[in-house]
């Protein structure tokens, strides 16, 4: 099963700023998902977009998918202290049972 | 919202033991849950995927015989990892779908986790 490579792996900005992560993959999907993780801690889920999808909003998370370049990116707006966590993108692949996970990337914000 | 339970939270134990990982969905029906294992500072790999009456399916590599999964009802499925070694320690997730949710003629795709187990073993 594909893995999701995402980047950057470590992003640091400050309290206010926006941080922007991106995923690519290798072959098609049904949907994307993004998950956030606080260290130690299990997923929890973001925001989900389908492969017919180009653009999701949810809150101060901004995610676009581009099928053709098999990639996808999630942007947080006008980032807080709260927000520092690991993300992973989600590919749901084949048939809709398996969902595999990005590399992630760990997001610090500076208050 | 949907709520998964993970038990215990961590454990420490000798090597040659087993230790049996509890999952369990709160408030829905999982016909299927998720075992992943996730390294310090990597991601989450998938080990298994559990059914309810059937035997689970394993990824490639993953020792089913080292790795028992059992999902006896539809609400809770275990891992126990037998005769563990320190090359076991590791962070283990669970998951579920609450695949009685429909929109749109789809089941929800959303999954929800356990809050992992830290497993160390001496």
């Known amino acids: 099963s594909q893995q999701g490579e995402e980047d950057p792996q470590a992003l640091s900005i400050q309290e206010g700023e926006n941080a922007t992560m991106n995923c690519s993959y290798k072959?098609?999907?049904?949907?994307l998902q993004w998950y956030r993780q606080n260290s130690g801690r299990g997923l929890v889920h973001l925001i989900l977009?389908?492969?017919?999808?180009r653009e999701k909003h949810s809150g101060r998370l901004r995610v676009t998918l581009d099928t053709s370049k098999k990639s996808s990116s999630l942007l947080i707006t006008a980032s807080r202290a709260a927000d520092t966590a690991s993300y992973f993108c989600?590919?749901?692949?084949?048939?809709?049972?398996?969902?595999?996970f990005g590399t992630g990337t760990k997001l610090q914000v500076i208050p | 919202g949907a709520v998964v339970s993970q038990h215990p939270s961590r454990v420490i134990c000798k090597s040659g033991t087993s230790v049996k990982i509890e999952c369990r969905s709160l408030?829905?029906?999982?016909?299927?849950m998720f075992w992943y294992r996730q390294f310090p500072k990597q991601s989450l790999m998938l080990m298994a995927t559990s059914n309810e009456g059937s035997k689970a399916t394993y990824e490639q590599g993953v020792e089913k015989d080292k790795f028992l999964i059992n999902h006896a009802s539809l609400t809770l499925s275990t891992l126990t990892v037998t005769s563990a070694h320190p090359e076991d320690s590791s962070f283990y997730i669970c998951s579920a779908r609450d695949t009685t949710v429909i929109t749109g003629g789809r089941a929800n795709e959303k999954l929800f986790f356990g809050s992992g187990t830290q497993l160390s073993v001496l």
């Open positions: 072959t098609s999907i049904n949907n």
């Open positions: 408030d829905f029906q999982a016909t299927t």
């Open positions: 989600a590919l749901n692949s084949g048939g809709y049972q398996k969902v595999t």
């Open positions: 977009i389908r492969s017919n999808e």
